[in-house]
């Protein structure tokens, strides 16, 4: 049986949060050589960017050599960039973009949607460029209370290939994922897409249901590398997939690269915790628990009663 | 708030299988003085069991100090212990349960299906000692293709307190909660319980799904400590619980336990993993997965693909 919807791994991408863009090369090659051969149609290589300050890698401003490379070693895959689009505007898209055009399909724009006006003229001269665009709008669980932005969908059908929606703070249940969808979907016929975190362990349900209620695309990475609490484990995800579906899986290389990052896993610690399920839980930003969290200088119980504090706008001695 | 249903931690009883029911005294006085301010009404202590071959530690066989120091640690909740069904017959039950009239309220009985009837004898000699009784019956995601034995539910509503359904392979889905739920309620009107399994990150919304549907007990463990994969993280239900019936949760306290429990998995390494993941999906037992993990002398890979063999029928070389 085949699958009706697209998968984007977007390990390095996401996984960068936690080595700052940097990954050994060999692990780099496992990784490639194992998408290639996984049913996953689009892979993220990780960011491009304007120069921005701070020491930031490889991964994240995508040089050319390291588009030519991973091409060479996923050929049959749709490779994909990430553009932050608060640091990025229209004048930017041709010289930043230009060297994409051999290797790169689509090139996906992270948007707060107090920014989606300003993102749609972005888009749109990526667009024009020939590439795939698709938007990965943030906070998703703030658009049952805030849902203006969506009006603007209106219309970007020709210009914006996936409308995904971005589950930031990791706390959407799936209730919440058929309400929104079902929201998003008076407002647009473009295709949709989900990213999942997984605070509470809610990503795959989460991913299941946006498949269910339509989704055209979702995100993974492998053993969840990602930002905070981390994503849609990828394995997770394919396992599912193999027992549903009948997909085939080739185990033995996907586990010898879910091994690899595990042993990463051991320094970074991504994946749950209490802190990040209470932030899930009460939708505070991932980027705050994750720097307490990674100092390794706060007890666990500091963590969380700092962010308890948060929620309950008292001042924290 | 107050929620309309029971939470059971069996944390010691169920993470023994890790530590072979040894636990260092400070961490488990340390656990019951954090249960005894949480909302979790009944604590699992362990097991008490007939001698049995092999060393098995305290929290295996719960002697009657045990029972007493953790009864005065935690004086509001009821204890509880579970036997294993197999080992134990209904004349062991007096001798072997009369030194817990004192600390225990509830004695749970690990049952698989096909000596269900046999169980019932021995529920109802506990019962006669004044005990409440539960059924945790096993391999929950069989039932749907072999449900004969819960014909036996009948007339059962004197007997047992509680009948369990256990997610023994993990691989539960939360549509499969419902029917399989749908199907018990045909048969029975004792009160339902649930006990879920991690291995592919169902245990939260599986135990939502058991709790929409009628359920009136269900199991967690604090940081998912438990057999194979793992159970429902009792930090994650409890966040979960505060956020959506806004119940109160001392996090300070919580915190601190679930950092010392945290401490203890990164020596035995409990959580979900690609072997865990495919033997959940594909209904493969935890023990054997279990042993193969925990000697980590084979790659992730060599595990996955044994046991994928396994489902194939082929003799593995």
Tied chains: 1, 2.
């Excluded at 230009?98 to 300003?118: G, H, T």
């Excluded at 849902?147 to 020709?158: K, R």
């Excluded at 249940?173 to 647009?188: A, G, H, R, S």
């Amino acid at each position: 049986m085949k699958k009706e919807f697209k998968t984007l791994d977007c390990t390095l991408r996401d996984g960068g949060y936690y080595t700052n863009w940097d990954f050994n090369k060999d692990l780099v090659f496992d990784y490639c050589k194992t998408m290639e051969v996984l049913p996953i149609e689009y892979v993220e290589i990780g960011y491009r960017s304007t120069p921005l300050n701070g020491y930031l890698g490889e991964y994240f401003y995508c040089p050319k050599h390291v588009m030519a490379e991973l091409k060479a070693l996923m050929p049959t895959k749709k490779l994909t960039i990430i553009l932050n689009e608060k640091d990025i505007r229209g004048h930017h898209v041709e010289e930043l973009l230009k060297p994409c055009l051999k290797y790169i399909a689509m090139v996906r724009i992270a948007i707060d949607p107090k920014n989606f006006k300003r993102a749609i003229e972005l888009a749109k001269a990526i667009k024009l460029m020939g590439f795939e665009v698709a938007f990965n709008v943030m906070y998703m669980s703030n658009w049952k209370q805030d849902s203006d932005f969506l009006n603007g969908l209106e219309g970007l059908e020709d210009t914006i290939d996936y409308f995904y929606m971005v589950d930031s703070f990791g706390g959407i249940m799936p209730n919440d994922v058929i309400d929104i969808m079902t929201l998003v979907k008076t407002k647009t016929n473009v295709k949709l897409g989900f990213h999942g975190h997984n605070n509470l362990e809610m990503a795959l349900i989460n991913t299941i249901t946006s498949i269910n209620e339509g989704c055209e695309i979702v995100d993974c990475t492998i053993t969840g590398m990602g930002r905070g609490a981390g994503n849609l484990k990828t394995e997770l995800f394919l396992t599912y997939l193999n027992k549903v579906k009948n997909i085939e899986i080739e185990y033995t290389k996907l586990g010898k690269v879910v091994a690899l990052f595990e042993e990463m896993k051991k320094k970074h610690g991504w994946g749950t915790n209490l802190p990040y399920m209470f932030s899930g839980a009460f939708s505070l930003p991932q980027k705050q628990v994750m720097e307490w969290v990674g100092m390794n200088r706060y007890p666990m119980s500091s963590v969380v009663n700092a962010l308890k504090n948060q929620t309950e706008d008292i001042k924290d001695n």
